[in-house]
């Protein structure tokens, strides 16, 4: 049988280490990463952008792709709808006319570092030469200075966030209920719905066109784009659509 002043002693042991735990745990995670609300506040990072006017802002990732990036540009095109491409640095570098063609067609390029790393755990310094590198790229290849980022798998902390900032640029993320989930394949109707049912002024809509078959984007967007577009919505890119709200003063740096 466990003795009774033996076992009081081990449970107290147990509770004092748990404390501990948190203790040392809690601070690292609220230093790292101050919320959505704070960011948004201090218009270091945006989701969207609250405002009277009916635009939205469309964003693609990952690419440039040989295959699927034209044949949205195509869709694009067709329905007068401008977006912002969050591109690889190292795709851009491997296809430099499609990259060309995205601003050649009025639409804006932002920087999604050089090579998708996960950026959990990276160093100041490997973040800034993942959006130095990038921004290098674009511009020697394009001539076009990218003003904004979007982490690798929408992944944020404070270290993130205050480093894109000191390098010039506004974090964008997406509207929570405005992404489609479409790396997923999740069916066309699925993403046309996604879309079109939470169709709000402001919005950011998360798109992908690498990292994969893209087919289902191409054709929701044929059903997407036409449908908003009798809705009586403009399709803006993410920086007009800044230009929108006067708190986000690290992109109204850059273009003063």
Not at 126 to 136: F, M
Not at 241 to 253: D, T
Request: proline share 5%; aromatic share 12%; glycine share 8%.
């Amino acid at each position: 049988m466990i003795n009774k002043k033996f076992f009081k002693w081990l449970i107290s042991i147990i509770g004092c280490s748990v404390v501990l735990m948190f203790i040392c745990v809690l601070p690292i995670t609220a230093d790292n990463n101050k919320g959505r609300k704070f960011y948004e506040e201090q218009g270091k990072a945006i989701w969207e952008i609250p405002t009277k006017e009916k635009v939205i802002a469309l964003t693609f990732d990952d690419g440039p792709s040989p295959k699927y990036t034209p044949q949205i540009l195509d869709v694009l095109k067709q329905y007068q709808a401008k977006a912002t491409f969050f591109v690889v640095g190292s795709r851009v570098k491997d296809h430099p006319d499609l990259a060309k063609r995205e601003i050649l067609d009025g639409h804006e390029l932002a920087n999604h570092t050089y090579n998708h790393l996960n950026f959990r755990g990276l160093t100041e310094e490997e973040i800034r030469t993942e959006l130095r590198k990038t921004k290098q790229t674009i511009i020697q290849l394009t001539g076009f200075s990218p003003k904004l980022f979007r982490p690798p798998g929408g992944y944020y902390n404070e270290t993130i966030i205050n480093v894109a900032n000191q390098e010039g640029y506004t974090v964008v993320m997406w509207s929570w209920h405005q992404d489609t989930y479409d790396w997923k394949q999740p069916g066309v109707s699925n993403i046309v719905k996604k879309v079109l049912l939470n169709a709000r002024n402001g919005d950011i809509v998360l798109f992908h066109d690498y990292g994969g078959d893209r087919r289902q984007t191409i054709e929701a967007l044929k059903k997407i784009l036409p449908e908003l577009k009798k809705r009586g919505y403009k399709f803006v890119t993410v920086s007009e659509l800044l230009e929108m709200h006067p708190n986000y003063r690290y992109l109204n740096g850059i273009s003063g």
